[in-house]
């Protein structure tokens, strides 16, 4: 399964290039399937802005070619690399944290010459797997606990960076992400029942100490939306009215009035669920749904046959951070979890998430190389 | 070594599947959530989205036209454009105000008052700058407009009085609601009104003119505003009540034109139904100015002004009626038998009451007949308008008496009025008036003035018009109104029949009203007698009167003049001198008309007065349209 056998033609010789391309045939079936849909409402709900539309496509474009060229490139080449992506990383997180871009009063973004404007915290979604695969690569399983207090490490610089910034989501998503990278690496069950028990200690001294009043605000929000039904909670509330009234077949491409008529804000970033639920209906939400698990359980799967200890872990580690993300985005929109910034991958809008998504794909893929 | 490796790749293995495993349980659940939020709760969010999106606006309803009693217009409505700005679309207030400045002339009054209503209000309600724009200020705007977000022309339908002037004081006028309204107002049905009746049959009938509401449900976008789809909903509204009125634009124009610019006013009544057919009060202002906003300046001198142009004296003026009640006191002294037809009264131009030192002076103490008028009986005594005859006959007469008959039979000292709800009453004093309002006992020399139609007796001059209607329906009352007819049944009003005619059926008072039908007929048409045997009016109108008339003239002491000073008409101030009154009927066999004038500070009524009555009564006998017959 490893070759594309999925798009074996009839007439080989049309398609024998594809023979030289190394990618995997259902995983990208998936992600195509899940871009198509997402593109698809996201041309309605752009309507009104050609640009923003184009440049999204554009993005799609640059993550898919992404993802095909790191695919062709060979194992060694990453375990090599890892070590510099990392610190530049993290010089980079440090960079942004002085000199970036200020949106709602955090500072997240980068805007360089030539480059599209970025987030630097996106691409810790590649770089933690990668670099926690690297250290753990030749430690065998079980895992004791001084190698995981130096993964602590390892993920604790960058995501305190991102912390700083501030920005809460993110924090607590790739943290968490890079845990699993720790788990299926082999930690013994005794150090995850104690992790999982300081960091239940953990929150709640975060919660009294290091939370900003923002933070607090959107989580009180979540627990209880019609207390603020103007300010904080209008998302929820808007986002709940649009799921819902899509109904089982939803209003129709295009029609859906809550994002159309704005009621609902960020309908095509983190809330672009809300809009596919509104004009597709439940049909529309759990197909896409069903499209992520079968891309996240296909990724997994792939993480089995990886190569070597590095691409089990870095394959495994990833998708845990694609479906993570997902989970977390779903839950925010259909108002089980608090309001994160967390976008919805592949679908958001969001240039650095996109293409960070779609690169990770292409890592995982290059990883079944022998 | 391969142990090892397959160690580790089992416990990886059985550990990613775990993953894989949580990662469904978690694909369960949230396809759970979702199922129960787009498919078991859909109806209530179905509801919450057309909620958001749907807004039911209410549309006012066009207000009922007031119509003349030929049909002609008097008020209906029209639609002026206004230039509004809204807050949240402008950023640089001033600049956008000096840019408008460059377009159309803004009074700094306005342009101060904007600012400060942007700073106090809400930021996207659009704020009037200027009402009823001129076509070429819209034009300008139209051409200019795009280069100035948040400057926007919208229409509005304000009411519009033809003639305003001339006929304010006769309708009334609507003003703008207030916040002091809200609470007596129906507040759904006037959801989308701007205007409400302030005055006169605008005031009186406002539920009837207003009309019903109607709506409009509309597709709004999150920020409020309506998309461009058609509505969803329409409901028209319902326009108000057409009333046609009594009044007679051709008799409502010669009177005020007859008053000139001189302060005063002339109420005129059909006596047949007592519709008022003339109703004007001068000064008097524009109200579709006053609609449309006026400066600053300009209301406050409205509001100030020493003539009072806002105030209706034709049912809100209060004045002695003077002579124009002698008839009055005749009629009384007629009924109760004090005096009759034949009896003489020596008049020497002084009265004393029995025992008293006050002298009362008649009103001719110079000219001819200085001297009093002589042997007076009571024809005599009305068309010369004899003062000595009157203060004897309010000397005899019990003043509770006068006042029985002036309130029951003339309808004084009450409001009687059908539909002005402001009506002021006046006052009918009586022993039991005068200790309640002045803790003072009736004092004699009160019954002598009051003979003559001063003292404490006043009323509005609809009331000296309804006591002309009396005359000249000999003894019978008809209660004034406005309203002839309307396009509905009005919720205002019930008609009660009994209390609209009450008829005088006394055979014997019967012929005392004919005789003082003739008495009055004589003030006007007793001429070439000598001075002291002609009408009082005679010279001033009667002379080449075409119809018969019959008519009271009144002048009403404004300051007391002390004793053994004369008043000198030339030497007191303007606003110190007498008024001018009159009242009058014609024809006096089948009276259609009866009038009352009064003309402030005007001096003598014949001379001053009468003029207008007749060009009233004139314009009612005389001047009617020609209507071609080809038969």
Partial sequence: MTEATLFQSRNPRALAWLNYLHFDGWLFLGLLLILGLGLTVMTETLSHAPALLIRHIALIVLGLTALLILAQLPEHLYVGLTPIAYVGAVLLLAYTLFWGDEAKGAMRWVDWPFVPRFQPSEILKIILPLSLAWYLHDKPAPLGIGHALVCWVIIGIPVGLVFLQPDFGTTVLVATGSLCVVFVAGLRWRWIFAAVIVAMVGFVVAWRLFLTPYQISRIVTFLDPDSNPLGAGWNIIQSKIALGSGGVTGKGLGEGTQSHLSFLPEGHTDFILAVIGEELGFVGTAILLTLFFFVFARGMIMSRSAASRFGRLMSAGFLMMFFGYTLVNVMMVCGLLPVVGAPLPLVSYGGTSIVTMLAGFGIVTAMQRS | ?631
């Fill in chain 2, 1 to 631: 070594m391969t142990n090892e490796r397959n160690r580790d790749t089992h416990s990886f293995e059985d550990r990613v599947l775990m993953l894989v495993l949580l990662g469904f349980v978690m694909l369960i659940l949230v396809l759970t959530r979702l199922y129960y939020l787009q498919i078991f709760d859909h109806e209530t969010y179905q509801t919450q989205s057309q909620k958001n999106r749907i807004q039911v606006q209410s549309i006012a309803p066009p207000r009922g036209l007031i119509l003349d009693t030929n049909g002609e217009l008097l008020a209906d409505n029209r639609q002026i454009l206004s230039l509004s700005l809204i807050p949240e679309r402008i950023a640089d207030v001033d600049a956008v105000l000096a840019q408008l400045q460059q377009l159309i002339k803004i009074s700094p009054d306005d342009l101060k008052n904007v600012k400060e209503r942007i700073r106090l209000g809400s930021r996207h309600a659009p704020i009037v700058l200027k009402r009823d724009l001129s076509e070429q200020e819209e034009a300008l705007l139209a051409v200019n407009r795009h280069q100035m977000d948040g400057v926007v022309v919208t229409y509005e339908t304000i009411r519009h009085y033809f003639d305003g002037p001339k006929f304010v004081h006769a309708i009334g006028t609507v003003r703008r609601i207030t916040k002091e309204d809200l609470g007596d107002i129906d507040n759904v049905n006037y959801r989308a009104t701007q205007f409400i009746g302030g005055t006169g049959v605008e005031r009186f009938y406002e539920r009837s003119l207003h009309g019903v509401v109607g709506s409009r449900s509309v597709e709004i976008d999150a920020s409020g505003r309506p998309t461009d789809k058609q509505p969803i909903a329409l409901t028209q509204p319902e326009r108000g009540a057409t009333l046609t009125l009594h009044i007679d634009s051709a008799l409502q124009l010669a009177a005020d034109e007859a008053l000139g610019d001189r302060r005063g006013a002339v109420v005129a009544i059909d006596p047949r139904t007592g519709g008022i057919l003339v109703m004007v009060s001068k000064p008097n202002y524009d109200p579709n100015r006053l609609l449309t906003g006026l400066k600053a300046g300009e209301l406050d001198e409205l509001y100030e002004h020493r003539d009072k142009p806002i105030f209706n004296r034709a049912v809100q003026g209060i004045y002695a009626p003077g002579s124009t009640f002698k008839p009055v006191v005749g009629m009384a002294a007629l009924q109760t038998g004090v005096t009759d037809w034949d009896e003489i009264i020596q008049d020497d131009g002084n009265f004393r009451l029995p025992g008293s030192s006050q002298v009362w002076r008649s009103w001719n103490r110079e000219g001819a007949n200085a001297g009093g008028h002589g042997e007076v009986a009571m024809h005599r005594a009305i068309y010369r308008s004899a003062n000595v005859y009157f203060y004897t006959m309010g000397s005899r007469l019990e003043v509770d008496v006068i006042a029985k008959l002036a309130i029951d039979r003339f309808g004084l000292g009450r409001s009687t009025v059908f539909d002005i709800a402001e009506a002021k009453v006046g006052v009918v004093p009586s022993r039991a008036w005068k200790r309640e309002a002045h803790n003072e006992p009736w004092y004699p020399g009160d019954s002598v003035i009051l003979g003559i139609g001063q003292g404490y007796i006043n009323m509005t001059p609809l009331q000296l018009a309804t006591m002309a209607t009396v005359f000249a329906n000999r003894g019978d009352w008809v209660q004034p109104r406005m309203l002839k007819q309307a396009d509905r049944h009005l919720m205002e009003i019930t008609e009660n029949p009994e209390e609209l005619r009450v008829v005088d059926t006394s055979m014997e008072m019967r012929s005392h009203w004919h005789r003082m039908a003739l008495a009055m007929h004589d003030v006007v048409h007793r001429g070439f007698k000598g001075y002291d045997q002609n009408g009082t009016a005679w010279a001033y109108i009667g002379m080449d009167i075409p119809y018969t008339m019959a008519g009271k003239s009144g002048t009403a002491q404004v300051i007391a003049v002390e004793q053994g000073e004369e008043y000198e008409e030339e030497e007191v101030d303007e606003y110190e001198r007498n008024h001018a009154l009159f009242i009058a009927f014609a024809p006096l066999e089948s009276p259609e008309i009866a009038v009352a004038v009064v003309v402030e500070n005007g001096g003598g009524g014949s001379k001053f007065a009468a003029p207008v009555a007749r060009a009233v009564i004139d314009a009612k006998l005389i001047t009617q349209p020609v209507i071609a017959n080809r038969d």
